[in-house]
């Protein structure tokens, strides 16, 4: 287990906690990847009000997130 806190991020901070070896720009590209492969976790997503795009994520969608993809 990691320190990792589930609470309101942007896509881009929350995309480098997933790969903090990869400049920002990519990390984010890397993350919409992800989800956009995983079409449950969209669908859950999209329950929330998420839409692609979005460049805040609330802590309801994180959770999720790391739900699907697990801890960064």
């Known amino acids: 287990m990691t320190d990792f806190i589930i609470r ?14 990869l400049t ?6 890397r993350l ?9 976790l969209v669908r859950a997503l999209e329950e929330t009000g998420w839409r692609k795009g979005q460049r805040v994520l609330t802590p309801r969608q994180v959770g999720i997130i790391v739900e699907y ?4």
């Open 32 to 40: 919409s990847a992800w989800v956009a492969y995983n079409k449950a």
């Open 69 to 72: 993809l697990g801890e960064p």
């Open 8 to 21: 309101a991020y942007g896509w881009q901070e929350l995309a480098i906690e997933y790969a903090p070896d």
């Open 24 to 29: 920002p720009e990519s990390a984010a590209k």
